[in-house]
């Protein structure tokens, strides 16, 4: 049974994952025209996806020094780790996405 549990949730949480992923990719044009408003829209969408294109990266960097800290100190702290980065940049980028929406919504004309 607790391995029909992990499975479940580890399949859940890549779901989740490759969810982002994909609104991330549905809505770059709309991104790229609210986050990096250049000139040119080419220039937009290149650095829109250049940000896309960091999260894959990130990813097999992520499993390399999370899986050295697991092996080290245990599986419970890299988790806990992983966790607290997670949610420290999202309260960071929460705060970004906000300011920018408001900015652009009610204070430039």
Known sequence: MKTIKILILSVLGNALELYNFTLYAIFATKIANVFFP???????????????????ITRPLGAIIFGH???????????????????????WHRRMVSTRIWNKCFVEE
């Open 38 to 56: 250049f000139e040119d829209s080419i220039v937009s969408i290149l650095a829109s996806f250049g940000i896309f294109a960091t999260g894959f």
């Open 69 to 91: 800290l697991g092996d080290k100190y245990g599986r419970k702290y890299a988790l806990s780790i992983s966790i607290l980065l997670m949610q420290r940049f999202q309260i």
